[in-house]
């Protein structure tokens, strides 16, 4: 299927690696030119470098924590006037509901809501004076059923999904679309992460780790960056104009519900 996209322009944050890496790959598969975001200069050099080899776009590599304002705002002098925007920052860290002080709190809602809020902020006037602009936010599967050592994470993406809810609604008009797509696990260094923990906790190894996660999938098995990086570009899409302000779940079942 023609996206419809080639010679737009993306900024895709925290895209070095993982999902964001998938959603970049993908874009680039259908023409778009990126800015690739990540803290670490090594892989982002690579990952931009393999983009520019495998699908001949222009991708600018933007060294920064996305979640640092100043950071965000040198970003944008790098590209004021993206087509697309692909919002994503690390997650924060497991615990229990007593672990967590005000700060671990600010942190994480800095972070996974208001970092992509910020860039929205920045970003949507002009997508609204062309007419035309597509925003996906990477939030979690736990937005749709919380994950109980992930509280940060459920309370934070919660914070965004409502904002996303009304202003996608408010933008919609000027054809500017914006949905957020939730992750079950996939197959990034971060669920390695969430693995290992689990492993050292319960005394098992890695791999049971991760055999015991897998089979609480329907699908039996981790999602892949490149499925998640499909549904990102047609998201990005001009096929997605009529979804407006959407929780699209990728995650082989693993949320029980009807709806
Ligand atoms: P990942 O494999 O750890 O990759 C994270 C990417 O983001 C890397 O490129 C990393 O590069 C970059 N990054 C992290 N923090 C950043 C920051 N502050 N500023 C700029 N770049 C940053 O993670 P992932 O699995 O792709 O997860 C992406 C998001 O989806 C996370 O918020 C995660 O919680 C959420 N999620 C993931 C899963 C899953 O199963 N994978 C499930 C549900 C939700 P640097 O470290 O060099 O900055």
């Known amino acids: ?18 999902l964001g890496l998938g959603c970049a790959r993908a874009l680039a598969e259908a023409g778009v030119d990126l800015v690739m975001n990540a803290r670490g200069a090594d892989a982002l050099r690579a990952s931009a470098a393999d983009i520019r080899d495998s699908f001949g776009v222009d991708v600018v590599e933007f060294v920064g924590d996305i979640t640092d304002e100043g950071a965000r705002a040198e970003l944008l002098s790098t590209c004021a006037d993206p087509d697309i925007l692909v919002t994503n920052a690390g997650g924060p860290p497991p615990g229990l509901w007593s672990d967590w002080s005000r700060e671990d709190f600010l942190k994480a809602l ?46 934070a993406r919660a914070g965004l999904t409502g904002y996303v809810a009304g202003t996608a609604r408010q ?84 949320v029980n519900a009807t709806l």
């Not at 902020?121 to 599967?141: C, E, F, H, Y």
């Not at 971060?190 to 190894?205: F, H, N, P, S, Y």
């Open 1 to 18: 299927m023609d996206l419809g996209i080639s010679g737009k322009r993306a900024i895709v944050c925290a895209s070095s690696k993982g």
């Open 171 to 254: 933008v919609a008009p000027q054809g500017v679309i914006i949905n957020n797509l939730l992750p079950g696990i996939h197959d990034t260094d971060r669920a390695d992460a969430l693995d290992k923990g689990v492993a050292a906790e319960k005394g098992i190894t890695q791999d049971q780790a991760r055999a015991n996660r897998a089979s609480t999938i329907p699908a039996r098995r981790y999602g892949t960056p490149a499925e998640f990086g499909a549904t990102c570009a047609f998201m990005c899409s001009q096929h997605a104009g009529f979804m407006v302000g959407q929780n699209i779940l990728l995650d082989g079942g693993a």
């Open 110 to 155: 800095d972070a996974n809501m208001l970092t992509p809020i910020a860039l929205m902020t920045a970003i949507l006037p002009q997508m609204i004076d062309k007419g035309w602009g597509r925003v996906v936010n990477i939030t979690s599967q736990s937005v749709k059923s919380p994950i109980p050592v992930l509280g940060l994470s459920n309370a």
